[in-house]
T-cell receptor, first 115, second 110 residues
Framework: EAQVTQNPRYLITVTGKKLTVTCSQN?????MSWYRQDPGLGLRQIYY???????DKGDVPEGYKVSRKEKRNFPLILESPSPNQTSLYFC??????????????FGAGTRLSVL | QKEVEQDPGPLSVPEGAIVSLNCTYS??????FMWYRQYSRKGPELLMY????GNKEDGRFTAQVDKSSKYISLFIRDSQPSDSATYLC??????????FGKGTRLSVIA
C-alpha cells in the first residue's frame, strides 16, 4: 500500500530535549515536505526537499532541522524544542509530475506537546 | 490581506443538504486549485484538483473556480454524516509554493 508513514503519532516532551520525528514514503517520490498545523493558522510549510541531499526552508523553518540522506526518509529534528513548537505536524511527498500540479500525499500526523 | 481566506466554520447541516464551501484569494498567479479533506486525527487527503477556471465534478462533489472573482467553491450534494470533516482549500501558481486555507469544519447531522 502506497503511504507516507510518520512516527511517533503522539509525543510529549520537555523544553530543550532534542527529538526527531521520522517520515518515510514507499512511493519513490522525489519531493518531501514538513508542515505544521495550528488552530487559526492552517497548514504552514517548515522545510521541503526536492531530492536527496537537497533541502530548502519553507515559511516557518526557525527551530527545526531536516536531512534527506535517502530518498524515502525525511526526518524532522528539533534540537531544542520550545513550547511554541507544540503543534500537529504533517509530512508529505509527491513525484515531480504531481508536484507540478502541487498534489501531495500526507502522512497521518504527529501531535507534539512541549512542556 | 491574507493570500487565501477561508471561513473556519463550524458549519453544521442536516443529512441530504447541499453544502457550499468557499475560499477567496488575492494572488492572481494562482492556477492550480485543490480541495483536501481531513478527518479527525488524520492527514489531509486530496479530494478535488482543478486547473484554471471552470467546473469539475466527481460524484457528489463539484469544484468551481472563478479566477475573475478570485473565488473557489466546493459543493457537496446529498451530504452524508461520513462527509463530516475539515475541508481545506489549497492553491499554487507561478513560483508560489502551495498555500492552504485554514480549513472549514463541517458536521453533517443524521
Amino acid at each position: 500500500e502506497a503511504q507516507v508513514t510518520q512516527n511517533p503519532r503522539y509525543l510529549i516532551t520537555v523544553t530543550g530535549k532534542k527529538l526527531t520525528v521520522t517520515c518515510s514514503q514507499n512511493m519513490n517520490h522525489e519531493y518531501m515536505s514538513w508542515y505544521r498545523q495550528d488552530p487559526g493558522l492552517g497548514l504552514r510549510q517548515i522545510y521541503y526537499s526536492m531530492n536527496v541531499e537537497v533541502t530548502d526552508k519553507g515559511d516557518v523553518p526557525e527551530g527545526y532541522k531536516v536531512s534527506r540522506k535517502e530518498k524515502r526518509n525525511f526526518p524532522l529534528i528539533l534540537e531544542s524544542p520550545s513550547p511554541n513548537q507544540t503543534s500537529l505536524y504533517f509530512c508529505a511527498s509527491a513525484d515531480y509530475l504531481e508536484l507540478a500540479k502541487n498534489i501531495q500525499y500526507f502522512g497521518a500526523g504527529t501531535r507534539l506537546s512541549v512542556l | 490581506q491574507k493570500e487565501v481566506e477561508q471561513d473556519p466554520g463550524p458549519l453544521s447541516v442536516p443529512e441530504g443538504a447541499i453544502v457550499s464551501l468557499n475560499c477567496t484569494y488575492s494572488n492572481s498567479a494562482f492556477q492550480y486549485f485543490m480541495w483536501y479533506r481531513q478527518y479527525s486525527r488524520k492527514g489531509p487527503e486530496l479530494l478535488m484538483y482543478t486547473y484554471s477556471s471552470g467546473n469539475k465534478e466527481d460524484g457528489r462533489f463539484t469544484a468551481q473556480v472563478d479566477k475573475s472573482s478570485k473565488y473557489i467553491s466546493l459543493f457537496i450534494r446529498d451530504s452524508q454524516p461520513s462527509d463530516s470533516a475539515t475541508y481545506l482549500c489549497a492553491m499554487t501558481g507561478g513560483n508560489t509554493p502551495l498555500v492552504f486555507g485554514k480549513g472549514t469544519r463541517l458536521s453533517v447531522i443524521a
